[in-house]
């Protein structure tokens, strides 16, 4: 039989399946939520995720406020379970803003006429890696080299932070910045001892020098992981030799032991630490151990504040979602195989005419399947075109809206993987039924003719 009769038959017999329309919604319903739902779960669940395995997040914030944090002390800590690293904190701690004074970036000097420049700098910490998507790591760069966001916005007009209009990153590798903190000063915390020799916490305002800082590299710019698209990163060592830079210009001798600042500067166990942990979980097991059963002042969280909505819409879309989703797949394989078994039998007299006119077993199958592959491109279509109009409309609103809200956009990628497994779990369910139907197919007589 020709593919122009299999054809004919089967739009023929689609006009008179009084099951067609519903089969199409269910093919279009099943199309929506595997790729709709399905990815905005995944996208979710992994922000989720990313936020959880960064290593800021992972990083407890630890003093000398109740106990000097000595080498044994250290080494307690570093013996705990689930402790990956203990990071010593010294230094400038990113807590100040920077304007650009001098730079070979064309696209940055057009708009700093009409706009101040501020960025924030920060050095990693001790033995932290910061992902790098483009150029070199700064753990094998010289001093004086840093990294930039790959979304990057160094100015002050940022207004709602909405559809900023971000520089690439990646064009900038080469380029060079010279900056220097507003008005001209920094600020330095430590803990050191007062003049009645109690250890105390004290926040002196520095002079800023000018920093001149090569870019090597470009980190990925999100907000779930460490960064932001004003944030500037340098190395832990070259944190450490631009605090030296700012001690000198400030006129402070580091060989004064009657300084408090000297004196922290030189004494490590009045330095404060970051205790890294394996796994986000397990924060509240070593918080207490390190609280409660050594005795050491230590936060309950993470130095990355989490987004208690990615956290919210992860926990909905890992349970609801899921539930959602498994069981409009469930009832829409359910109804797929109803409907093909109910079409089967309804169709016994039909069959039976087409065999007592002469149509072979394999002829009439082919063109039952050609007809549930036909009604499946056209629903499949039709609900692929809505998951994609959805996706899209989605994807533009979160691109051009908040930096928090550029987290929750969509790879495409992952979404045309979603497509293609409901096209393929719309297509094989009727398909296997068909073959599972083949025998009682084979069955059916040309007398069946006869019956209504």
């Not at 199409?24 to 739902?37: E, G, M, N, Y």
């Not at 013996?79 to 230094?91: C, K, Q, T």
């Not at 109804?335 to 149509?359: C, D, N, P």
């Amino acid at each position: 039989m020709k593919l122009k009769y299999v054809h004919f038959l089967s739009k023929s017999n689609i006009k008179g399946n009084k099951n067609s329309g519903t089969i199409t919604l269910l093919i279009c319903l099943l199309t929506v939520a595997v790729t709709v739902i399905s990815c905005f779960s995944a996208t979710t669940i992994n922000t989720m995720n990313r936020f959880k395995d960064d290593y800021r997040a992972r990083a407890l914030y630890s003093t000398p406020g109740y106990k000097l944090l000595t080498d044994d002390a250290l080494r307690a800590i570093e013996s705990l379970e689930h402790v990956e690293d203990v990071a010593e904190v010294i230094g400038l701690k990113g807590y100040d803003l920077y304007t650009i004074t001098e730079t070979d970036i064309d696209v940055i000097n057009q708009k700093m006429s009409d706009c101040k420049t501020g960025i924030d700098i920060a050095g990693l910490y001790e033995n932290e890696k910061l992902e790098v998507i483009k150029g070199e790591r700064l753990d094998t760069a010289p001093a004086f080299s840093c990294l930039v966001p790959s979304a990057f916005y160094p100015f002050e007009d940022v207004g709602d932070f909405k559809d900023l209009n971000y520089i690439d990153g990646t064009t900038l590798i080469g380029k060079t910045i010279k900056v220097k903190a507003y008005n001209g000063k920094v600020s330095m915390s430590y803990f050191s001892l007062d003049k009645n020799g109690e250890l105390q916490f004290f926040d002196d305002v520095l002079s800023s020098p000018e920093f001149t800082l090569k870019i090597v590299g470009t980190y990925p710019c999100d907000y779930s992981i460490t960064g932001s698209f004003t944030s500037v990163f340098v190395s832990y060592e070259t944190n450490l030799l631009m605090s030296e830079m700012v001690l000198e210009k400030s006129g402070v001798d580091l060989s004064d032991t009657q300084n408090p600042l000297s004196l922290w500067w030189n004494t490590p166990e009045y330095h404060e630490y970051y205790v890294i942990v394996d796994d986000y979980d397990n924060i509240p097991e070593v918080y207490d151990k390190v609280k409660n059963e050594l005795g050491y002042d230590i936060v309950s969280t993470g130095t990355k504040e989490k987004d208690e909505n990615v956290e919210l819409l992860s926990i909905i879309f890992k349970f609801v979602g899921t539930f959602l989703t498994l069981s409009i797949l469930l009832i829409s394989v359910i109804l797929l195989v109803q409907s093909s078994v109910t079409s089967v039998r309804e169709r016994k007299g039909f069959i039976g005419l087409m065999k007592a006119i002469g149509y072979k077993n394999h002829q009439i199958f082919l063109s039952l399947i050609y007809e549930q592959l036909y009604m499946t491109l056209k629903a499949f279509l039709i609900g692929g075109a809505i998951s994609t109009a959805v996706v899209l409309v989605a994807n533009y609103f979160f691109k051009h809206g908040t930096y928090r809200q550029m987290q929750y956009i969509i790879d495409m990628k992952v979404f045309f993987v979603f497509l293609g497994v409901s096209f393929l779990i719309a297509f094989l369910v009727p398909l296997i039924t068909q073959l599972l139907l083949l025998r009682k197919l084979v069955k059916i007589q040309p007398r069946e003719a006869m019956t209504r």
